[in-house]
C-alpha cells in the first residue's frame, strides 16, 4: 500500500490501513486485527465505535449539526459546566484541536496582563522536549528546530529552558514574562514525568512573580492518568489548562479551560472560531465525559495501568537490552528503548499491536481507557514476543 501522490508527503505512514474498528480493536478490509494501544495518538479514549458516542452522535447527526457561535448552543453551556464543576476552571472556550486550545491558552494569559495594565507582559516559558502543536505559534512554544526549519520567524515570546531545571526557569523570568507554559507529562517528548513537587514549585514561582500557571493536557487530560486532568494527581491549582485528544473520543475537538481571573480580558470579539463547540462535537463531548465521569472509571484506569506497568516492567527486566526502563502515569506508558524505537515498534506492529513512537528513544503506549484486563494481558504477550525476538536477533548479529 503506497500512499497516494496526491496528499502532502508530511507524513511517513505505516502501510497499513484500517476499514473498521470495535473497542480496542482495529481491522483491516482482509479481516486482520490489531490491537490498537496507540489510540490514535491518545485520542480514542473509549476504543473504536463506542456505542454510547456512536449514539450520540447519530442522534445529534439526525438534528443538527452546526449552527455557528452567533447563536446559543446548549450542549456548549452544558460540556463547559461540566468541565468546570470537575476541575479548577469557571470559563471554557472550545476549539477543534490541541494546537487551537494552545491558541487560546497563549492569547488568555497574554490577554490578562495587557487588560491588568501590562501590556509589555507577553512572553512565555517553556521547556525542551515539549510539544505543544503545529501552528506557528505552538511550534515557537515547543521550541524544537526540527518543527520550526523553514517556516520563517520563530513566532516571538517563548523561551525555552532546559527540562524541568529549576534554576533556568527562575532565570529567564523577567519584567515581560507573562506565563509558565508545561505539560504535566510531556507525552511527545517520551513519557517524561516531572520530579516530585514540580508542578508546586512552578505555582510558587508564579505566585511570587505574577506570572499565570498553563498547562497542556491535550494528551494527559481526560482520564488519561487515572485523573480527569492530570494536574490533580497534585494539589497544584492552574490558571489555564487546554485539553483536546481524549475529549473527543475521535471527534476532532478540543478545550481551553480558564479561571475567571485568568479570562478577564478575553471579552466578546477578542478571540472566535466558526467550527469550535459545534453540536455535533459537543454530542460527542458530553457522552465520552458520561462514561468517564462515572462511578469507579477513572479508579479503574489507575489500576489497569499497574496492571500494564508491572507486565512491561517483567518484560524489561528479562530484555534489558530492547527496553531499558518502564515510564507513565495510568494508561500512558512508555516503554525506553535500547534499541532504535522505530525497530521496536515494527516488531511490535509484527505482532499485531499498534503503539506510537516518541522522543528521547520512547515508545508510548496509549491504549483506550476501556481497555479490560485481558486486552492488557494480550498487549503485554505481545510485547514480550517482540522484545524476544528483537533480543535472539540480537545475539545473533
Ligand atoms: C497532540 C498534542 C498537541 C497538539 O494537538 P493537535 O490536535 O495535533 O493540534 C498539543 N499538545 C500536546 C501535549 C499534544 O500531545
Known amino acids: 500500500m503506497m500512499n497516494s501522490g496526491a496528499l502532502f508527503g508530511t507524513f511517513s505512514r505505516a502501510p497499513l490501513a484500517f476499514e ?3 473497542g480496542c480493536w482495529l481491522y483491516t478490509a482482509n479481516g486482520d486485527g490489531y490491537l490498537d494501544f496507540a489510540g490514535g495518538i491518545a485520542v480514542n479514549s473509549l476504543g473504536h465505535c463506542h456505542p454510547h458516542l456512536v449514539a450520540a452522535l447519530t442522534e445529534q447527526a439526525g438534528k443538527l449539526w452546526h449552527v455557528s457561535n452567533l447563536y446559543n448552543i446548549p450542549g456548549q453551556e452544558r460540556l463547559a459546566e461540566r468541565l468546570v464543576q470537575n476541575s479548577f476552571a469557571d470559563r471554557v472556550f472550545f476549539t477543534n484541536s490541541g494546537a487551537e486550545a494552545l491558541e487560546c491558552a497563549i492569547k488568555t494569559a497574554r490577554r490578562y496582563h495587557f487588560v491588568n495594565g501590562h501590556p509589555e507582559r507577553f512572553r512565555i516559558i517553556t521547556f525542551e522536549g515539549a510539544f505543544h502543536g503545529r501552528t506557528l505559534a505552538t511550534i515557537a512554544a515547543g521550541g524544537q528546530k526540527k518543527y520550526m526549519e523553514g517556516f520563517g520567524p520563530k513566532v516571538e515570546g ?3 529552558v532546559p527540562f524541568f531545571d529549576l534554576d533556568a ?4 523570568i523577567g519584567p515581560e514574562t507573562a506565563a509558565i507554559l508545561i505539560e504535566p507529562l510531556q507525552g511527545e517528548g517520551g513519557i517524561r514525568e516531572l520530579p516530585q513537587g514540580g508542578l508546586a514549585a512552578l505555582r510558587k514561582l508564579c505566585d511570587e512573580h505574577g506570572l499565570l500557571l498553563v498547562l497542556d493536557e491535550v494528551q494527559t487530560g481526560v ?6 486532568f492530570a494536574y490533580q494527581w497534585t494539589d497544584v491549582e492552574p490558571d ?3 485539553i483536546a485528544k ?3 473520543g475521535g471527534f476532532p475537538m478540543g478545550a481551553c479551560l480558564s479561571t475567571e481571573n485568568a479570562a478577564a480580558g478575553m471579552t466578546a470579539g477578542t478571540h472566535g472560531t466558526t467550527f469550535g463547540g459545534n453540536p455535533l462535537a459537543m454530542a460527542v463531548g458530553n457522552a465520552v465525559l458520561d462514561v468517564v465521569l462515572a462511578e469507579g472509571f477513572l479508579e479503574d484506569v489507575s489500576r489497569k495501568g499497574l496492571l500494564l506497568k508491572q507486565g512491561l516492567a517483567g518484560i524489561a527486566d528479562d530484555f534489558p537490552q530492547v527496553i531499558e526502563g518502564i515510564r507513565g502515569v495510568g494508561l500512558m506508558a512508555g516503554l525506553k528503548c535500547g534499541l532504535p524505537n522505530t525497530e521496536v515498534n515494527k516488531a511490535l506492529r509484527a505482532q499485531h499491536l499498534l503503539a506510537a513512537p516518541a522522543g528521547d528513544n520512547v515508545i508510548r503506549l496509549l491504549p483506550p481507557l476501556i481497555a479490560d484486563d485481558e486486552e492488557i494481558r494480550t498487549a503485554v504477550d505481545r510485547i514480550r514476543t517482540a522484545a524476544a525476538s528483537l533480543a535472539a536477533a540480537e545475539a545473533a548479529a
Open 20 to 22: 473498521r474498528g470495535e
Open 158 to 160: 517563548f523561551d525555552q
Open 169 to 172: 526557569v527562575k532565570a529567564a
Open 223 to 228: 482520564g488519561r492518568t487515572g485523573k480527569l
Open 240 to 242: 489555564i489548562v487546554a
Open 246 to 248: 481524549g475529549i473527543g
